[in-house]
Structure formats: C-alpha cells, structure tokens
C-alpha cells in the first residue's frame, strides 16, 4: 500500500522552530519529486514548497521563503520541513503529497493525514 | 500569479441530483493541468481528476471533468450521501506556485 505518514506538528511559540517530518512506504520514494501543503483552520488549501526527487531543487511559497526549507533523505524513504521564525499565521495542518507527473508537473495523486503546527505564546 | 475562482462557495443538494462545480483562471492553464480534489472533515484531500477530464484510479464515473484554457467544469452525475464534503481545484502547469482554488462546499 503506497502511503505517506507526517509527524512533528505540536505547539510552538511565535518565533520558534519546529521540524516535520513525512515518512514514504509502498513506492519508489527516490523517483518522485514532492510537496508540502498547508490548511489552516477552517480556510482552504496552500501550497509551501516543492522538493526535486534528488533533493537538488527546491522552491517556496512567497509567504515562507527563507524561513521554511526542504529536505529529503531517500535512503530513509523520508521528507522534511524545517520551520523557522515561525508565525503565528504559521498555524495549519501541514500536508506531505506526492507529485504524480513523474517529474516537475503532475497532481499530488498521494497525500498523508496530516500533522497539525500550532503557533501561538 | 495563477489565480484560481471557484463557483458556487455552497451546493446544496440531494442524493440523486447533478452537481455542476465550476473552477475559473485569471490566465490560460498550461496543458490543461487541471486537477480536482475531494476534501471530507477531517481527512486529507484526494485526488479525483487530473489533466482536466482524466478520472484518478477508483474514482467512480458518475465523477467527470471537462473544460480547457480557462474554465474549467468537475460534475458528479448523481450525487451519493459519501459525496459530501469541499471540492477544491489546482493548477500545475506552473511549477510554482501551484495554485489551489478557494473551494466549493457540497451539501448533501
């Protein structure tokens, strides 16, 4: 079964850090490239950023650049987001999600449940 | 900036019905990459079309999309109790940012 699991959400303070993490099972993890997405409560989807398969490229959203960065490990199956200077417009459900092109351009075909950041003193 | 408009905000409908969604861009979309996805309280979304009109694996076919360039239509032929829930299109014929609609809310 092809799933994506997060985990790391939790409470922070306003410029705090926290690391989320998004583990691959049931596909070759190393040949897609993949996102992260955010929702936060009760309002509709955001995307954050994209990562490249080989974990050479990667691009944000406007609203996090140069705060979050991407990473994978594609020996562990594994992605990241590194989250910095948090806000607490930060607060979200914060989505992994597969890119189903093959490549740079496809539909996120695989999402996971979710972990949840709260950004709050 | 992509700039996606869904219509109508709320469908209130019964089982049985027709849905019509509608997902509108501020400028062409690159090869028709157009996708809809599914969203229930709670969960994750789920992909349901991808390229426009192109059914997901193990959406059933009362789900279809249609449309090109900048309007863009997802209908759900006859709507089952399961169907509810918010309805939300993308765009990824820009690699950045991949721009999400603001959603349609179904009611059952």
């Known amino acids: 079964e092809v799933t994506l699991v997060e985990s790391g959400g939790g409470l922070v303070q306003p410029g705090g850090s926290l690391r989320l993490s998004c583990a691959a099972s049931g596909f070759t993890f190393s040949s897609f490239w993949m996102h992260w997405v955010r929702q936060a409560p009760g309002k509709g989807l955001v995307w954050v950023s994209r990562?490249?398969?080989?974990?050479?490229?990667?691009i944000y959203a406007d609203s996090v650049k140069g705060r979050f960065t991407s990473s994978r490990d594609n020996a562990k199956n594994s992605l990241y987001l590194q989250l910095n200077s948090l806000r607490v417009e930060d607060t979200a459900v914060y989505y992994c999600?597969?890119?189903?092109?093959?490549?740079?351009?496809?539909?996120?075909?695989?999402w996971g449940q979710g972990t949840l950041v709260t950004v709050s003193s | 900036e992509m700039v996606l408009t869904q219509s109508p905000g709320t469908l209130s409908l019964s089982p049985g019905e027709r849905a019509t969604l509608s997902c509108r861009a501020s400028h062409s979309v690159i090869s028709n990459y157009l996708a809809w996805y599914q969203q229930k309280p709670g969960q994750a979304p789920r992909l349901l079309i991808y390229g426009a009109s192109n059914r997901a694996t193990g959406i059933p076919d009362r789900f279809s999309g249609s449309g090109s360039g900048t309007d863009f239509t997802l209908t759900i032929s006859r709507l089952e109790p399961e169907d509810f829930g918010v309805y939300y299109c993308q765009q990824y014929g820009i690699s950045s940012p991949r721009t999400f609609g603001g959603g349609t809310k179904v009611e059952i």
């Open positions: 999600a597969r890119d189903g092109g093959g490549g740079p351009l496809g539909a996120f075909d695989i």
């Open positions: 990562i490249k398969s080989d974990g050479d490229s990667t």
